[in-house]
Every structure is written in structure tokens, then in C-alpha cells.
């Protein structure tokens, strides 16, 4: 028989599913803009904190100083470098088809091989490549890929100005409110206290190692090496920078994947002093510091395996794009809890 309270419950979940999922579509356009204003509110917690407390206690008027912050700092240079980004990825796609075409980046190709060993180059497991087309090809599709991911955002103006406005709106109310929501977003989920504490903990823990020894050490080593390509002369030191940023967040080579062969380049069009300049100072404030600041940035709280770590952001950027770098390790932290919340309360001894 149904019974009344099972009726209810019945009507009750329905029309909450329909009104949960109608709330989800009015969200879905702002998502992005909703998404990094958590993850920026998160990343500068500690600072609320302080900002709060110099305030005594008042929220309203610490959050729209931690937001005109976060505009003026963060999000506004943030925009300004991937326009530089987005125009510097157009220019090198448009320099790499002519030079396809012209045979301009052949010649190069070769001055750049003259300073490797023709021996390596010569070894009859390269034979049938056509190493030179592969090169000039794949730095046609990596500046295509970019430009075509950050150009048509940028046009958008009135799409970036909207999404703006919402991440802004958005920042003020999750500085001020933003753990209380947070509090109630976990009081609505049926666990034990325990594993509550136990998800929040993991949560934290890997939050704070993916931003702080990953993400953070990743964007420093792509602004050290920008910086270093400009110094040195190397074209499209803008692009190559955010491309070493990309590169940095892999457990192999890394940021080295664009210094080193910069400094080839550099080697290979005469500028012999450039090129061993970078090489030091890729060596020397790029690659070094990464040894021992991930250690104590990281720490050992987060405790997550390095091949899965590797998987869960690369896995991250290709499904969710930059915000996976985050999402992504957090999947598969937060799967492992489960997994163990499952193992103590359905797993046989």
C-alpha cells in the first residue's frame, strides 16, 4: 500500500530533482565565472582571514576590498596576458603556415640541426620521419589550438564583460558568505561526522598541494621563463611562456620542453652569448628551485600517488580545460574516500 509519507517523499523528490535541475540549467552559462570565483575566494582564504580581522569582524566591508583586490591583481592582469597570449599565438600560426609555404622555417630548421649532431640526426631509426615537417606542423597546431581556445573568448566581449560581472558578484558574496555555504552544503550530506571531517580534510589537503606545489610552481615557471625568452631575444616570448606554464604541471621535463629548445634556436641563428644565457637561466631559476619547492610547498598532507596525480590533471585539463588542473586531482582524492568510507561500512573484514 503507499502510504502517505511515502507519497510525499515520492512528490517531494520529484519536484525537487525538477526544480534542482532547472536551477543547474539557469547556473550552466555562468559556470566558469561561478567555478574560479570559488576556487580564487579558496585560494585566498588566508588572507580574508586577515583582511577580516583588521576589520574587526566586518564582513561586508573586508569582502569588497578582498574582491577590488582580486580584480586589480589577479583577474585584470590575468586578462590583459591572455589577450598578449592570444594575438602572439595568431602571429606565430600566421609566421609558421608562411614559413610551411615560403620554406622560411626549413632554413631555419636547418641552421637549428646544424648545431645537433648529425650523427643523431642521421640514425637510421629517423631515417623515414620527416622530422623537419612534424616540427614546423606541430608548432602550427599548438598555435592554432591556443589561439582558437582564448581568441573567440576575447572577441566575445559582451560574453567576457557578463561572465565578469558574475565572477565579481560572485567573489564578494563567497568572501563574505562563503563558509557558511559551505557548511550547509555539508550538513545536507547523510554521512557520519566522522567521514565528513574525513572528506573536509581531503579536500583541504588537496586543494592546498595541487594550488600551492603545483599550479602555483607551474605559473612561476612560466613567468620566470617568459621572462627569460624576452631578455634573450626569442620570438613570441608571451606564448612560449604560457606554454612552459602548461608544461610545467608534467612529472617529465617540464618547463625545459620550451627553454632549451629557445636556446637551440638562439645557437642556431648566431646568438651564441643568448643562448648559453638562457641555458643558465633556465638552470638556474627555472629548473632548480622546482627540486626543492615542491617538497615544501606540497608537503606530505595530501598524499596522493604521482601517477595518479599526473593522470587526474591531465585527465582534468582535457575534460574541464584550466579548471581541471584543480577538478581533476580532486576527482580522484575524493574517490579514494569514498572508496574507503565504503570499505568501512559495506566491506567484509
Known amino acids: 500500500m503507499i502510504t502517505r509519507p511515502n507519497f510525499f517523499a515520492v ?11 532547472q536551477m543547474l540549467s539557469i547556473l550552466a552559462p ?3 565565472a561561478l567555478l574560479w570565483a570559488a ?6 582564504h588566508p588572507l580574508n582571514e586577515r583582511v577580516l580581522s583588521v576589520f574587526k569582524g566586518r564582513a561586508g566591508l573586508a569582502a569588497f576590498v578582498m574582491t ?13 596576458l591572455l589577450a598578449l597570449c592570444a594575438s602572439q599565438a595568431i602571429g606565430l600560426y600566421e609566421f609558421a603556415s608562411g614559413g610551411f609555404q615560403s620554406s622560411r622555417l626549413f632554413e631555419l630548421w636547418n641552421n637549428y640541426t646544424s648545431s645537433l649532431s648529425s650523427e643523431l640526426l642521421a640514425h637510421p631509426a629517423l631515417a623515414g ?7 614546423v606542423k606541430g608548432i602550427s597546431e599548438v ?39 559551505y557548511r550547509s552544503v555539508m550538513g545536507l550530506i547523510p554521512f557520519t561526522q566522522e567521514h565528513k571531517q574525513a572528506i573536509e580534510q581531503k579536500i583541504h589537503d588537496t586543494f592546498t598541494a595541487v594550488l600551492n606545489g603545483i599550479f602555483l610552481i607551474a605559473l612561476i615557471q612560466g613567468i620566470i621563463t617568459g621572462i627569460g625568452l624576452a631578455l634573450f631575444k626569442v620570438p613570441y616570448a608571451i606564448f612560449w611562456g604560457f606554454l612552459a606554464t602548461v608544461l610545467a604541471l608534467l612529472p617529465v621535463g617540464g618547463a625545459a620542453l620550451v627553454w632549451v629548445p629557445g636556446a637551440l634556436y638562439l645557437f642556431s641563428t648566431g646568438a651564441s652569448t643568448y643562448g648559453i644565457g638562457l641555458i643558465l637561466w633556465g638552470l638556474i631559476l627555472v629548473t632548480l628551485p622546482d627540486n626543492f619547492l615542491k617538497p615544501v610547498l606540497i608537503g606530505r598532507k595530501a598524499n596522493i600517488p604521482p601517477f595518479f596525480l599526473f593522470i587526474g590533471i591531465l585527465g582534468g585539463l582535457k575534460v574541464y580545460g584550466m579548471l581541471g588542473i584543480l577538478f581533476g586531482p580532486l576527482v580522484v582524492t575524493l574517490l579514494t ?13
Open 11 to 21: 512528490v517531494f523528490f520529484a519536484f525537487f530533482l525538477i526544480l534542482l535541475y
Open 30 to 32: 555562468f559556470s566558469s
Open 39 to 44: 576556487i580564487l575566494t579558496l585560494a585566498l
Open 68 to 80: 577590488i583586490f582580486t580584480m586589480l591583481v589577479i583577474i585584470v592582469p590575468s586578462i590583459i
Open 129 to 135: 620521419i620527416d622530422i623537419k615537417g612534424l616540427v
Open 143 to 181: 598555435s592554432s589550438t591556443l589561439a582558437g581556445q582564448i581568441g573567440p573568448l576575447l572577441k566575445n566581449t559582451l560574453l567576457l564583460a557578463i561572465n565578469l560581472v558574475v565572477m565579481l558578484i560572485a567573489l564578494f558574496f563567497f568572501f563574505k558568505n562563503g563558509e557558511s555555504y
Open 337 to 349: 574516500v569514498f572508496i574507503q568510507i565504503y570499505q568501512e561500512e559495506f566491506g567484509t573484514q
